[in-house]
């Protein structure tokens, strides 16, 4: 097993001499301001669009780097790049003021998606971050704003259901999953309503545990809205990933209410369920998709291993380990840490993004609308953070 400590500093290196600084130096649009993601191998742009995801998601990045880990002026000035970006061209002020998926690089409206609000948890998180990185507790009032229009738009009947409300009534494993990661981001820039942001958890915790399918020890994607299996190709769906990543935010959420036992035991079950789901006992590596019921699947990419979902993998392992000390958790780390080394880009810098099953890239670029500075950053980050709380044990 690894020395933490060694897994920590080589973490930190990773984090400040390699993956932050490429996607400063070739991600950065001092022109029109915000980022751009669609990089090749070397950092050349191949997409000028951006995505709104990510300016939400860098500026978090910087803004926790800035305020965890080092005041570095280069972090604050970068965050703000994004802040303004978001604020200036990525909200339909024409419009519904909702948020936008895509735009140009200066800002005009390309896409705009009316099924979800993920655009809006990611600006929501960088102005949370961001208010805490710079002092401005202004920023943290304008995600509070956010939050209640995506509570909003769920009243109001905004969002277009995927299926037909009558004929399949669904619920999905994301909104709930990633609302959770949220409002845990603006509890901690606005610490002084921190009781009402624990009852919207509350609630999001509650619809969560509505996709643990028990029969077959899964996490669902969708289901019925009592949770009940939907015998089709999304109903039995699974994506060990996204399930794994709820893992730990859930275990995030015990240390928070004071190593809760309940939210510790329903994390590591969690974890354990989907490990085994998403562990390629072959060829290494979390495998993308499953079929619950062992159906063949139905996504032509399923059994492609994608960057995200080892990050998550890493993460989760680490923070069993901190609640339980059990070895196998490390061992589960530095199993998927070893993997992980299968991306990394040892003459550019940063990751690769999709391999094929066997580990051989699939293509070569370091970004697009849904690969760029998040998960990588963030996993080092809480990486770190875990092992210092192990150490302080």
Known sequence: ??????????????????????????GLDKKHGGYYTALDRKGNLIES????????????????????????????????????FLEKYCFDKEGDGRMFFRVTEDGKAIIKRLRYYYSETFCLIAMAAYSRASGDKSY????????????????????????????RPT?????????????????????ENKDYYNKYIDNLLSNIQLFLYEDKKAVLEQCNPDGTLQDHFE????????????????????????????????????????????????YGGIIQYMDVLGKP????????????PQTEAAIAALYCYYFTKDNKYLEKHDTVKEYTKKFIDTEYGEWFG???????????????MYKGPFHIPRMYMKCVEIIDAINAK
Do not use: C
Request: glycine share 6%; aromatic share 14%; no cysteine.
């Open 140 to 167: 943290a009032k304008k995600a509070r704003e956010i939050l209640d229009n995506i509570d909003r738009y769920q009243k109001e009947g905004l969002l277009i259901p995927k299926f037909n409300a009558i004929n």
């Open 171 to 191: 619920i999905a494993f994301g909104p709930p999953m990633i609302m959770l990661a949220t409002v845990q981001e603006l509890r901690k820039a606005d610490p």
């Open 297 to 308: 699947k139905s996504e032509y990419h399923h059994d492609m291993k994608f960057w995200w």
């Open 49 to 84: 669009d951006k995505s709104v995801w990510f300016q939400g998601r860098f500026a978090w990045v910087l803004s926790t780097l800035y305020a965890d880990f080092e005041k570095k002026e280069e972090y604050l000035e970068a965050a703000k790049l994004g802040i303004d």
């Open 354 to 368: 999709y391999l094929h099953r066997d580990g051989r890239v699939s293509t070569d670029l370091k970004g697009n």
């Open 1 to 26: 097993m690894s020395n933490l400590n060694e897994v920590k500093n080589e973490y930190l290196h990773m984090l400040k001499d390699n993956v932050i600084p490429f996607w400063l130096k070739n």
């Open 235 to 282: 109903g039995r769906l699974l994506n060990p990933g996204h399930a794994i990543e709820s893992s730990w935010f859930i275990l995030r959420e015990s240390i928070e209410r004071g190593h809760d036992e309940k939210l510790k035991a329903l994390g590591i079950k969690i974890f354990d369920w989907m490990w085994e789901w998403g562990w390629d006992k072959e």
